[in-house]
Structures are given as C-alpha cells and as structure tokens.
C-alpha cells in the first residue's frame, strides 16, 4: 500500500505487485515425464512440461520399450489360424 495526495487528502493506493516470471519448479527426465503423462507423444510431453515450468532432461530419449510393444501387432499374441 502507498499514501499519495488526492486533491489534498491523503488516500491509499492499492500496489499489486507484477507478476515475475514463473520459477522453474524441478528438473525430470523425458522418460518419466512420458510415463506419467500415460505415454502421449514427444510434442505433447515437451509443450505440457513447458506450461508449467518443468525442464525436461535428456530429450532425445523416446524410444519407450512399452510404446514400442504396444505398437506390434504382427508379432505378439497372434497365432497362426488353424
């Protein structure tokens, strides 16, 4: 708050302060940070991340072995028809 004169009277001004640049809150590896955001793609782990302040390590690891799994069908679980 601040005193300053309004046509001879003292009145009180409100001071909001501006609001600083948002801190950076942790440091975490892309491979969590795809785990935890249950698997989505790289632009979307990155573009999340950086909204909300998190910097992300390591960003050229996106190969996820349960992605990887996920994504074959010709290999797993499928028999030949009798």
Excluded: S, W
């Excluded at 909001?16 to 979307?44: D, I």
């Amino acid at each position: 708050m601040e005193l300053y004169n309004f046509n001879g009277v003292l009145a009180i001004k409100n001071v909001v302060p501006k609001p600083k640049a948002m801190p950076t809150m942790a440091t975490v590896l892309y491979r969590k940070m795809h785990r935890r955001l249950m698997h989505v793609g790289k632009a979307t782990v990155e573009e999340a991340c950086c909204r909300t302040g998190i910097q992300l390590t390591r960003k050229n690891d996106d190969l996820c072995e349960g992605c990887i799994v996920g994504k074959k069908t010709d290999e797993i679980g499928k028999e030949a028809p009798v």
